[in-house]
């Protein structure tokens, strides 16, 4: 840095600013992709589904989990001014690629949404290209100018940085793919009184139609005649009647609208919803019934959703031995409603008390418990209480490392130790 030229203090300031702003949005960006890892593992095969392109789940979820992690920390590592050099080449290369693809998406309008901040915040395809501009047009002025101006901890504490960083958008990822995210942006978050919702009457006038596209070609179904996975979700329609600005989810038994009676308005429902059938996993069949007994001797009710048809709900029954109903809905709502393959929504008096997948339930715990219901009301998790817990952790010790760093300590040690070698 030495044989580069001192900026004016103002020059400074501006560098500052760019650096906040710009890693703000990566870190934003980064944040809900990793808190909802789920959602954007579907949206990038959203993206694949219409290039025509098939990858294994596996490679999908890697990759958005790569992307995540790297938008978040190098949002972090920008605006911390840490690497200055290597971040903003980093983050200037991941434009290069990303500004032509969004002005394919603006042009081709492949899908309606580029799902840059996840259900965070939604952006038109427009929207989304003009703002990568501006990404852009600040990322070369931080390759000039970026180097010249200070950053919050010495180089050699940077690593260190980079380390508590990597394993908080580590967490929140896991905590996302395995459990639910901690912080749901979508229609039916946690508290949402679904019963109510289901069970409107405003809705139940409109008829719908459910358009589905696949190899470039889209088709309209009505509810009883979805098609499989092969084919992508599009939109929904109002064939007739009157259709309010609620949240879609729609419940059928054999082609007939059962919405308004899933959820029972009093008392304990478990919801055990499958958006993906073909990718289900019978294993857990057993915890579920574990759970639907203690569910039904309290008096409560038990629901199977499925996103399949009448003939795959009637397949469900009989692998899982369900002595409960088995609904169907379209894959695309019950995504929205859970992640995971196989999820369950408990309610209170239609409210949702929480949200979580099987394999985030422990087996043991369940058959260790009593025979009624109270082990599903101690299953909730405050997600957003967790998400403030590990944040401010994180925090702290990123404080602890910036004091020790301010008062010299560490290069103390630092020389130190090269002295006892």
Not at 30 to 54: H, N, P, R, S
Not at 271 to 295: G, M
């Amino acid at each position: 840095m030495s044989g580069l030229k001192q900026l004016s203090p103002l020059s400074q300031a501006g560098v500052w600013a760019l650096r906040l702003t710009v890693g703000a949005v990566f870190v934003l960006s980064g944040f809900a992709k990793a808190d909802d890892l789920w959602g954007f593992v579907f949206k990038i095969e959203e993206y694949l589904q219409v290039w025509g392109i098939v990858q294994p789940r596996s490679l999908v979820i890697a990759a958005a989990m790569f992307i995540a992690s790297f938008e978040f920390i190098a949002g972090v590592m920008l605006a911390a001014g840490c690497y200055r050099r290597t971040v903003v080449w980093l983050l200037t290369l991941m434009m290069g690629v990303m500004l032509p693809l969004t002005a394919y998406i603006w042009a081709a309008d492949p899908v309606s949404d580029c799902g840059c901040f996840g259900e965070m915040l939604r952006l038109s395809n427009a929207a989304t290209f003009f703002k990568n501009v501006a990404l852009m047009a600040a990322l070369v002025v931080l390759l000039i100018y970026n180097r010249r101006v200070g950053c919050l901890f010495g180089p050699y504490i940077q690593w260190l940085v980079l380390l508590v960083v990597s394993v908080y958008v580590s967490v929140v990822a896991f905590i996302g793919y395995t459990v639910q995210p901690m912080v749901d942006f979508r229609p039916f978050p946690v508290g949402t009184d679904l019963g109510g919702l289901l069970a409107e009457e405003d809705e139940a006038v409109a008829e719908f139609e459910f358009v589905y596209e696949k190899d470039g070609v889209r088709h309209a179904y009505d509810i009883g005649s979805l098609p499989d996975s092969t084919w992508t979700f599009v939109e929904r329609r109002v064939v007739a009647g009157k259709v309010d600005n609620r949240p879609e989810l729609v419940v059928t038994d054999h082609d007939e609208d059962v919405s308004a009676y899933v959820v029972e308005p009093e008392g304990g429902t478990l919801l055990v919803v499958i958006p993906e059938y073909d990718r289900a996993d019978v294993s857990f069949t057993y915890l579920v019934n574990e759970l639907a007994d203690r569910v039904k001797n309290s008096g409560g009710s038990v629901v199977a959703i499925i996103g399949a048809g009448g003939r795959q709900a009637a397949e469900w029954t009989d692998l899982s031995m369900a002595d409960y109903p088995v609904y169907s809905a379209d894959p695309t709502q019950l995504k929205v409603l859970v992640r995971g393959a196989i999820s369950l929504v408990w309610l209170r008096d239609g409210v949702i008390q929480w949200k979580r997948t099987a394999a985030s339930i422990d087996a043991d715990y369940v058959e260790a418990s009593e025979a009624d219901d109270t082990v599903l009301d101690s299953l909730a998790l405050e997600g957003v209480a967790r998400l403030w817990q590990i944040t401010l952790v994180v925090l702290a010790v990123l404080a602890v490392l910036f004091m020790l760093d301010r008062s010299g300590r560490l290069l103390k040690w630092r020389r130190q130790l090269r002295r006892q070698v």
